[in-house]
């Protein structure tokens, strides 16, 4: 019995001591801490590496809170474009782009991989850069508004560490997000990992597209089917206005009617098509470059490869198999996936 008294004797000092040093957890420097999940970014071995900042790790908290900022139009409040969202313009059936007349609006996709940003590459480097541009200058988000949110400042501590919003943070959550848009499943991704076989026009069209007869390759080289470069591709033979392209931002001669090259996956879902959407269907692209581009001091030079001609003289067949091959490079997971929808 004097054993069990001391035992009892000692747990209650325990006890009473636990209770004692017990501390609010909001007094905890620990709880500041972010309580993230490292998030592994997949993509097949034939993509290159993505460019990821060292001190931006992919989480999986980080990622959902870019995402419900991507779908709310509390981003835009206070700002020029209040009541929309990012997602106003960019809808997941079309591989995140919507037809609009003016500027045509590049889809988000595969963006992790990209260094120039906008039709003429008013921003380059990374995710991080083009996200202050739509943070500070496109929406012009005001983060007052964000702070003073019920939701929000818990969900920024849990992936910042610290419950304030700053405009870098919202950069921060925006840029994890763009870098899940990856689309990696489309028909040429499963005939390369050996899936399926692509269908004799689509494989006819994919040796056009990949040989100087088709002269494709170059601007949208495989496995993102972008160099993600400027090209004048003919367009127009003057320039003026927003068709000045590239010229606007650098002021080279050789720039003008210079454009980014888009990414050719989910092509098929993003008509209209060019910066100005001018082509509606992409039987109208292929007929472009087969038969209408047009010579200018600035034209790229590999728009006349393999001679001074700036005509392929494609068959209709061939131009046929091009536009069977295109539609191989949409990604139906990629339009339907539930982890890429709305969060509301």
């Known amino acids: 019995m004097r054993a069990l008294a001391t035992i009892g004797g000692v747990a209650a000092v325990v006890l009473l001591g636990a209770t004692g040093c017990r501390r609010d957890a909001s007094e905890d420097p620990v709880s500041d801490a972010p309580t993230t999940t490292p998030y592994a970014l997949e993509h097949p071995s034939y993509f290159p590496v993505p460019v990821i900042p060292a001190s931006a790790p992919l989480t999986v908290e980080g990622i959902a809170l870019g995402r419900r900022l991507y779908y709310d139009t509390y981003l ?9 969202a990012c997602a106003s313009c960019h809808d997941q059936s079309r591989s995140f782009t919507v037809p609009t007349s003016g500027t045509n609006v590049l889809a988000h996709v595969n963006l992790a991989w990209s260094s120039n940003f906008l039709w003429n590459g008013k921003v380059t480097g990374t995710l991080e850069d083009v996200m202050r541009f739509e943070v ?3 929406f012009q988000v005001d983060v007052a508004e964000l702070n003073a949110h019920a939701e929000y400042p818990l969900l920024f501590q849990k992936v910042f560490g610290a419950g304030d919003i700053t405009g870098d943070r919202v950069v921060g ?3 994890q997000w763009f870098r899940r848009l990856t689309s990696t499943n489309s028909r040429l991704d499963k005939h390369l990992r050996g899936e399926i076989i692509l269908t004799p ?5 994919a040796m056009l597209f990949l040989s100087e007869k088709g002269d494709c390759f170059h601007c949208h ?3 993102l089917m972008t160099d993600n470069g400027f090209h004048n591709n003919g367009l127009s033979s003057t320039f003026a206005g927003l068709d000045v392209g590239r010229y606007a931002i650098t002021g080279a001669p050789m720039d003008l009617g210079a454009f980014k090259s888009p990414t050719l996956r989910n092509i098929a879902l993003t008509a209209p098509y060019m910066h ?5 269907t992409l039987e109208d692209v292929v007929e472009f470059y087969n038969s209408g581009v047009q010579h200018s001091a600035s034209l790229d030079p590999l728009m006349t490869k393999p001679g001074p001609s700036l005509t392929l003289g494609l068959t ?3 131009k046929a198999d091009l536009v069977s091959f295109l539609h191989a490079l949409t990604d139906d997971t990629f339009i339907t996936d539930p982890a890429l929808g ?3």
Do not use: I, K, V
Request: zero cysteines; glycine letters at 12%; a negative charge.
């Open 76 to 84: 835009s409040r206070n700002g020029p474009f209040e009541g929309l």
């Open 136 to 138: 500070e200058e496109f």
């Open 173 to 175: 959550a925006l840029a």
């Open 201 to 205: 026009s689509e494989m006819n069209g």
């Open 221 to 223: 080289p495989t496995p």
């Open 276 to 280: 100005d959407g001018r082509f509606q």
């Open 316 to 318: 209709p067949q061939e």
């Open 342 to 344: 709305s969060p509301f």
